[in-house]
């Protein structure tokens, strides 16, 4: 295996979703627009490249998601038997006030409307495309030597509300990123023993189900 | 930037959707463990790996697929203004036949459940982490000299029943890949006309919409 090869497949494996690392220093505005360029150049269905990329800079939003996602934390917990519960309350769960950007990826239905090429039978084709973005931008940022960490314990309407989103205008991340200290070997999940990562042959099927 | 950052970014630019390339030359299966290997180490939610991956190796059903992908494609056509039909029916829409290997990529809801940490707010939480996989699958594809092309133009129900997939599954991709004779620099759609790329900036906000 040649070294480009190689280098692809070190950060796939490299990457770690992040929240007790980040460093908070300054981010390099620079290497911010490297990894947005990246995800800006993923694939999408009918080259309708339907994401949109909110970078939140005033330290109000971020307290006032951070209080959000506190309680949707506890909402999560409540509704664990007492066994997970114990695990659950041990995990960090994110770092929104420590990383040094906040960005939210959204989804545009309208985007390339009314024939985009490629959606007419798969209603979610353009909600993929934007996840397709989000793991350019994750892997890129990864080597980079930054880390991410995706935030999903928030509710999309109020996310909606926080950034005055248009209607058709769905929410799909709130991504912490910038400089960490370093990356854990395993997964933060694996090592609290909340769940263990399940072999490759045991997804892997032969002309069906 | 190191050769090891520059490789990544190298490769993300480099990807393509492919549909005319592929060479259908024996497709190594070591590469091909490789590249899956790649897609198993995607972030996904709670940890919950809930994605499948279905291998498609008896011509038949792939002879199916592709007549099926045909008609979709005559009625995306036939929806579309004069104009763009005749566009769209200059532009290759699929490889299925030609490509190596065919892939299909499906999400189970069931995976880890009733508790996937991260998902109790968000109900499409688990099928963004299919996504994050097949992008992935993807880059290491690419990194590997292999092409990748995601076929769009079926309906969910008919890969269901062709694949015998249990009701909650739902597919989410049929991928051709496998060894390509190059990659286009510019996108298929991008060369025929079907649409352009915007820039980053169109897509770059501040602290809301």
Excluded at 29 to 48: C, K, T
Excluded at 151 to 177: D, I
């Amino acid at each position: 295996m040649d070294t480009i090869t190689a280098s692809v497949y070190d950060t796939i494996f490299a990457r770690r979703d992040v929240r007790g690392e980040f460093t908070g220093e300054f981010a390099d505005p620079v290497v911010l627009e490297r990894i947005l360029g990246a995800a800006h150049a993923a694939p999408s269905v009918g080259l309708s490249q339907p994401w949109d990329f909110i970078l939140i800079e005033a330290p109000a939003i971020r307290h006032e998601f951070w209080a959000h996602v506190d309680e949707e934390r506890r909402v999560f917990s409540a509704a664990l038997p007492p066994d997970r519960a114990a695990v659950f309350d041990r995990i960090r769960i994110e770092g929104i006030l420590e990383a040094s950007v906040s960005l939210v990826v959204t989804y545009d239905p309208d985007r390339g409307s009314p024939h985009v090429l490629g959606r007419h039978a798969i209603a979610d084709a353009g909600l993929y495309s934007v996840c397709l973005a989000i793991e350019n931008l994750w892997l890129a940022a990864t080597a980079e030597g930054w880390g991410v960490g995706w935030v999903s314990f928030y509710r999309e309407h109020y996310l909606q509300g926080l950034l005055s989103l248009p209607a058709r205008v769905k929410p799909v991340a709130w991504l912490c990123l910038g400089p960490v200290t370093h990356l854990q070997a395993i997964p933060d999940l694996e090592r609290h023993g909340w769940r263990h990562r399940a072999p490759l042959q045991a997804v892997l099927h032969h002309d069906g189900w």
